[in-house]
């Protein structure tokens, strides 16, 4: 073949293959289209796997009727006017792509009027032809109905999956947008069956539990971080639900869904020995940047950003995400002040109004749609997180305070291979592992008194000698404060001998000198900069070191000191380093196990 020039038709589909991929992708330039134009009230139905039927309604200002027809050139849009603007884009739309592209690839009606016209437009095209332009009796806002979409691109019509799968994807879009933007009533109905529907109420809590359901929702907790690059809020899992992939972690920049595995990253690193390896949380965050700080200009279908600084913003989310889930346990105290939900929603509020400020130029409506997030509502969330709460908590030592319950209180049966307890409780029977509950727990004890400065030492008995490598001597003194902020007491002769007079009083029982070589092997396998990094390892080390092995035979006693010391910690379910500390078999489980369900 000689070489020629496309046909404008090839063209326009090879163009809109790179925009509309899938019936999803169809909602979700209308719906992006919607929320630009101001919409209060977004309505979606859909038939089958959205090949058939798509159709989107919105009550927004609507498009001129002489500005109709351009609306679906390729490259005409409303809302950029120079290469300059791309640097302040305010809208979710910006390429002039989306209509032309739909059109392209199936058979379109739109109708719609504008708030300063009489009356409404019905356009019509096919293929990306007009076929129909009339004036028409119309509401203001926008109705556009897709039909028979690739109907003229057969091989696209072939990579669909599963009308069920399409079906899910494209309520996967309508539930993110309608999480992103609570100001707006969505409602979605497939295959004449409303699906999903949202208040429009402008709480975020509201539309998250629309989403979620009423039962995780509730076991959400609010994430606040506000840094001067960054303002993040939302709602993160609590340490009880968690997901087998990273796919629940949804994010939102400036308004607009991306998809960024390196936040993703910072979300899933912030539940660093909280949660199990291979569990990941679920979130919902809304991250905003000021618009200069972000380039939403590298993807056709807008889903990928790129950061002026990427790491001001992954830092800014792992630590917003890190201190929701570590405050939690304190989340009574928290709760008494004022509810989760508020202080959420108030952040939601505030984040737009600090990007509003940065807004300089009149964007009328989105501006308008914007400032009603205002609206705050009287959402009450009961019991933020499915912490078994027990206000009357036990004592666990002299002058200890008192730390909420984490686990429903455990009777202790008894000990099996010398290395498990078996437990039981209202909800089952419990298998735990004595060295990770051990490290668990010894680890929160140590952090505290890490924390509270009141670690106690333990003197050597005779000050110990120990020989170090010249690597070894040089990290020794890299990490001194550290070692000696935890308990350790090295001094160091010269050479390259080093003498041991003190060890953290919970090694008081091993050897100080085999206690520091596994500490100092530990600090060389560094790969964690940052004191609060070393300090974590080295005190890693220490728990695991001192918890009971695996193989130690442990009285009633013990076991129950152990069991009840487990209950009170932060995060009982996991070790420091983030394996299970317990296998939970519930009362059903069991009865099915033994065949015992239904069998009357
Ligand atoms: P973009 O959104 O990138 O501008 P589109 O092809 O999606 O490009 O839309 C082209 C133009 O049509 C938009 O800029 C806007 O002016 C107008 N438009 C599209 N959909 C709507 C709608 N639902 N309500 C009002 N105007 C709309
Ligand atoms: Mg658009």
New binding site residues.
Partial sequence: MSIHILSEAVIAQIAAGEVVERPASVVK??L???I??G?KQIAIRTQGDGQALLQ?S?D????RSS?VR???ARH?????DSADDLYAID???????????IAAVSKLTMT?RHTSDHSGTLIQLEGGLIVQERAIGSPV??T?TVEQLFFNMPARRKFLKKAATEKRQIATVVTRYAMAYPAVRFILEQDDREVFRTSGSGSFMDAVTAVMGADDARTMIGVLGDRPGATVTGVTSSPQLHRADRSRITLFVNGRYIQDSAITHAVVQAYHTILMSGRYPVAVLLIRVPSDQVDVNVHPTKAEVRFRSPEGVFSAVQQAVRSAVTTQADAASFRRSQTYADTVDNAWTRGHQLDMGLITNDIGQHARHRAELNVNDDYELTSPSTLIEDDTAIPEGAGAPARPRTLPILRVVGQIAASYIIAEGPAGMYLIDQHAAHERILYEQFMAAAAAQTIVKQMTLNAQTIELTPDATALVDEYLATLLAIGFDIEQFGGHTAVIRAVPAVLADHDPVAVVKAVLQDLERGDAPGTKAIEEKIVKRVCKTAAVKAGQLLNAEQMRGLITQLERCHFPLTCPHGRPTMIHMSSTQLEREFGRLGAG
């Fill in positions: 330039e209308l992006e289209n919607a630009d134009a919409a989107i919105d927004g200002h609507g498009i500005d351009l609306a679906f005409a849009t409303s809302k950029l809208t979710l739309g910006f390429r002039g792509e989306a209509l032309a592209s719609t806002g926008t556009i």
